[in-house]
């Protein structure tokens, strides 16, 4: 594995060591990284809880699948109130 694999594990991971869910080889494995990687994780974690560095590609991706789901609500309730009264008259 090479450390651009192994950093990408240690991301992964290190929400889960962090609160002590690991156990065994794997919190072994961290342990021995934790130097290598553990500041560059914990400046990653703090950006991303303040939305400094979240992927815009992601973002537009959730605004897209919001605005599509608030459309089709829009759309079933336009279509239930008009077969309502269709039906009634």
């Known amino acids: ?15 889960l060591y962090k609160e002590g869910e690991l156990e065994g080889g794997t919190l072994q494995w961290m342990k021995e990284h934790e130097h290598l990687f553990g500041a560059e994780a914990e400046n990653r974690k703090g950006q991303y809880e303040h ?13 897209y699948m919001k605005c599509l789901t608030y459309g089709l609500y829009g759309f079933f309730i336009v279509l239930s109130i008009w077969m309502t009264v269709w039906f009634y008259f």
């Open 1 to 15: 594995m090479n450390n651009k694999e192994k950093k990408a594990v240690f991301f992964d991971l290190y929400d």
């Open 51 to 63: 939305g400094l560095n979240a992927p815009s590609g992601d973002i537009r991706q959730i605004k």
